[in-house]
């Protein structure tokens, strides 16, 4: 469908490729919401989101907010979007905003719903051991993800897909297939599929205090957890009082029963731990504080020792 004037609504890297692909196509961007600057980094530094950074290089107009009020309203209002992309935008939107756009507002969403509704799809869907992931564009309503589907499309979750990896897949994904929804807008939204919600599932957003391993788990619970975790909060553990990110790993071909956190083997090729059943192969880490290393490198400047152990905090090693 061309000469479409869209809202277009996101804020983090996830959404840039389907702001790109609107930019690119007959649709108008009329202008773009997203969230304010933030700190980040170990400076704090005010830093922009990724849309804003792109919009302002592309001369889009930018509206940042962190909550929507009558008058942002309002001033959508006045633009007569005859539709609403929304990309990860980070904000619920009130039922006014929804029913603003002529067709309403669009939603990618990466997850095939109704699995995985919610903040943390991508993450959640590794973390759980799930051997496919997607892309579902959705019609929104005033539920969390809850709104009929217009399209979906799978992707495969390979075995060393991290969140960071498989978002980046799902991204380019995602804006091939709303260019294709918005393409046959109106015959979508009549042939639109509601959502069963007796299969519906929660992607509960990520936190640190969940990022710490459990050596208890199995190995193979770990390694998701490893992998779901990246790039953010990463997954951790302590060592002799100090904090040790794991940015890889893989489940070990050692055999044999191990302790929950000792350590097996420690070789170039990896540090073994001990796990719930089986056990895990350190390939890359990272110091509190300092870079983080691959295995070889790592060792040569931080000895771990055959038989200590890894643990849950400060105290333990």
């Given at each position: 469908?061309?000469n479409l004037r869209?809202?277009?609504a996101?804020?983090?890297?996830?959404?840039?490729?389907?702001l790109q692909?609107l930019?690119?196509?007959?649709?108008?961007?009329?202008?773009?919401?997203?969230?304010?600057?933030r700190p980040?980094?170990?400076?704090?530094?005010?830093t922009?989101?990724?849309?804003k950074?792109?919009?302002?290089?592309?001369g889009?107009?930018?509206?940042?907010?962190?909550r929507?009020?009558d008058?942002?309203?309002?001033?959508?209002?006045?633009?007569?979007?005859?539709?609403?992309?929304?990309v990860a935008?980070?904000l619920?939107?009130?039922?006014?905003?929804?029913q603003?756009?002529?067709?309403g507002?669009?939603n990618?969403h990466a997850?095939l719903?109704?699995?995985?509704?919610?903040a943390?799809?991508?993450a959640r869907?590794?973390?759980a051991?799930?051997?496919?992931?997607?892309?579902?564009?959705?019609?929104?309503d005033?539920g969390l993800d809850t709104?009929?589907?217009?399209s979906?499309v799978e992707?495969?979750i390979?075995?060393?897909?991290?969140?960071?990896?498989l978002q980046?897949k799902?991204a380019?994904?995602?804006?091939?297939?709303l260019l294709?929804?918005?393409n046959?807008l109106?015959l979508?939204?009549?042939?639109s599929?509601?959502?069963?919600d007796?299969l519906?599932?929660?992607?509960?957003?990520?936190?640190?205090a969940?990022s710490i391993?459990?050596?208890k788990?199995?190995?193979d619970?770990?390694?998701r957890?490893?992998r779901a975790?990246?790039?953010w909060?990463i997954?951790?553990?302590?060592?002799q009082g100090?904090?040790?990110?794991i940015w890889s790993a893989q489940?070990?071909t050692h055999?044999?029963?191990?302790?929950p956190g000792?350590v097996?083997?420690?070789?170039?090729?990896g540090v073994?731990v001990?796990?719930?059943h089986?056990a895990v192969n350190?390939l890359c880490?990272?110091?509190d504080?300092k870079k983080?290393?691959?295995?070889q490198?790592f060792?040569s400047?931080f000895?771990i020792?055959l038989?200590?152990?890894f643990?849950y905090g400060p105290k333990v090693g």
């Amino acid at each position: 469908m061309n000469n479409l004037r869209a809202i277009f609504a996101g804020t983090p890297e996830f959404a840039l490729p389907s702001l790109q692909s609107l930019v690119e196509s007959d649709v108008e961007v009329v202008a773009v919401l997203t969230q304010p600057d933030r700190p980040k980094g170990r400076g704090r530094k005010l830093t922009a989101p990724p849309v804003k950074l792109f919009c302002e290089d592309q001369g889009i107009r930018v509206l940042q907010t962190h909550r929507i009020t009558d008058e942002l309203i309002d001033e959508l209002v006045s633009l007569a979007p005859d539709v609403m992309v929304v990309v990860a935008f980070g904000l619920m939107l009130p039922v006014e905003l929804l029913q603003l756009p002529k067709y309403g507002c669009i939603n990618v969403h990466a997850s095939l719903l109704p699995k995985w509704r919610g903040a943390a799809p991508i993450a959640r869907a590794i973390e759980a051991g799930d051997n496919k992931s997607g892309v579902t564009i959705m019609h929104m309503d005033v539920g969390l993800d809850t709104g009929p589907m217009l399209s979906q499309v799978e992707c495969a979750i390979q075995m060393d897909d991290t969140t960071e990896t498989l978002q980046q897949k799902l991204a380019v994904l995602g804006a091939h297939e709303l260019l294709n929804t918005l393409n046959s807008l109106p015959l979508k939204l009549k042939e639109s599929t509601p959502q069963t919600d007796s299969l519906a599932s929660y992607a509960a957003k990520l936190t640190v205090a969940e990022s710490i391993i459990d050596w208890k788990l199995s190995a193979d619970e770990i390694v998701r957890k490893v992998r779901a975790f990246n790039p953010w909060p990463i997954a951790r553990t302590y060592y002799q009082g100090m904090g040790i990110r794991i940015w890889s790993a893989q489940v070990s071909t050692h055999t044999g029963i191990a302790t929950p956190g000792k350590v097996i083997e420690c070789t170039s090729r990896g540090v073994i731990v001990g796990a719930g059943h089986n056990a895990v192969n350190i390939l890359c880490l990272q110091r509190d504080g300092k870079k983080r290393m691959r295995v070889q490198e790592f060792l040569s400047g931080f000895p771990i020792s055959l038989g200590s152990t890894f643990g849950y905090g400060p105290k333990v090693g």
